[in-house]
């Protein structure tokens, strides 16, 4: 396995009524059991913007417009890297029940946010939208 191999992921920050959607991944997933923003990897010749429509579709199945960015952080996970771009995101679709790669969709309020397990690269964007200092 190559040392230090960049892995660019999107993940969607979804705010509805003041509320953030956090996504717990399936049991068999990588990392499964924790919470996470929702998105994935982004294809070749893909924006982050297009991606993220994209992956937000195939795995909530509901449309989404990205309104700006929220943060980028690198975060050494094993041999790689994983480069986590998150984005602000409103629903243009459906609120979304369920999804393709999670057990449980929840919205929280940005003070609850913290209490849940997350993955390690998604945690300095709760750190940031919970109000406090992220934690490496």
Known sequence: M???????VVAAVIEHEGMFLA?????????GGKWEFPGGKIEPGETNEAALVRE???ELG?????VGPLRTDDTTVGNNIIRLVCLRAQLRGDVPTNSSDHDELRWL???E????DWAAPDLPAVAELAGSTPTR
């Open 109 to 111: 309020s940005p003070g």
């Open 23 to 31: 996504c717990r991944r399936r049991p068999e997933k990588a990392a």
């Open 2 to 8: 190559s040392q230090g191999r960049v892995i660019e």
């Open 113 to 116: 946010l913290s209490g849940l």
């Open 62 to 66: 509901t449309a989404i417009d990205v």
């Open 56 to 58: 937000i579709q195939e």
